[in-house]
């Protein structure tokens, strides 16, 4: 089966630095993606790393260690509206996704 | 691009009553997922269409669960009958066959069961 682990929640002040970690356990692992979603709102695509390394887009970036089936997702430059559920996934087996329980990030000013 | 769109947006039925929610996925997507979430189970995928074929149910929670693709852009998803647990939100997503990492969700169904 596929479990992953990610703290249930972050605080952060305005113009931080946080990290959310993700760890995963699952057989026919393709990648691992990130999405956020506000309250009330709909997961929307964040980013994806299907090889070790570091991914970088804007303030977002997201890293990847498939040795330690290991990812993290580091937001930047904290601004209020960061304020979301952050939800790790594994893609399995390259069709669906099966997502974490999700990191409720409070960024305050 | 219109999205993936759902309906209704919010239901509220009793106890015993058949649901039925509604998807249409992006044109040209030729996966769709539906996916139910909750505060205690998370965002748990329920099933998904390739094709417009049934290809993993396993995350139906039961028998009184139904989901059908006729077309490639319709999907339903049928609770009969309904129970207070099974009150959540209920999203649709879609991708195409070449981007396994990128789906697309629809704003979701939040259904209350009373």
């Known amino acids: 089966g596929q479990s992953l682990e990610q703290p249930s929640e972050v605080t952060a002040v305005e113009g931080a630095i946080v990290q959310i970690n993700c760890t995963y356990q699952t057989s026919g692992f393709y990648g691992l993606s990130w999405y956020q979603q506000h309250d009330g709102g709909a997961p929307t695509f964040l980013s994806y790393?299907?090889?070790?390394g570091l991914e970088e887009t804007g303030r977002f970036s997201s890293f990847l260690s498939r040795s330690d089936s290991y990812g993290y997702l580091l937001l930047q430059e904290l601004q209020m509206k960061d304020s979301a559920s952050y939800f790790c996934?594994?893609?399995?087996?390259?069709?669906?996704?099966?997502f974490g329980k999700g990191t409720t990030l409070s960024v305050s000013s | 691009d219109a999205g993936v769109i759902q309906s209704p947006r919010h239901e509220v039925t009793e106890m015993g009553q058949e649901v039925t929610l509604r998807c249409k996925p992006i044109s040209g997507h030729d996966y769709l997922f539906w996916y139910r979430q909750t505060m205690m189970r998370g965002l748990e995928l329920l099933i998904y269409?390739?094709?417009?074929?049934?290809?993993?149910d396993s995350g139906m929670p039961e028998d009184r669960f139904s989901a059908k693709m006729p077309n490639a852009s319709f999907s339903t998803l049928k609770i009969q009958p309904s129970e207070p647990r099974d009150s959540a939100v209920y999203f649709c997503?879609?991708?195409?066959?070449?981007?396994?990492?990128?789906?697309?969700f629809g704003p979701g169904t939040r259904l209350t069961v009373l």
């Open positions: 790393n299907a090889l070790d």
């Open positions: 269409f390739n094709n417009n074929v049934p290809i993993d």
């Open positions: 997503a879609s991708r195409t066959s070449g981007n396994t990492d990128t789906q697309y």
């Open positions: 996934a594994v893609n399995q087996a390259g069709t669906a996704l099966i």
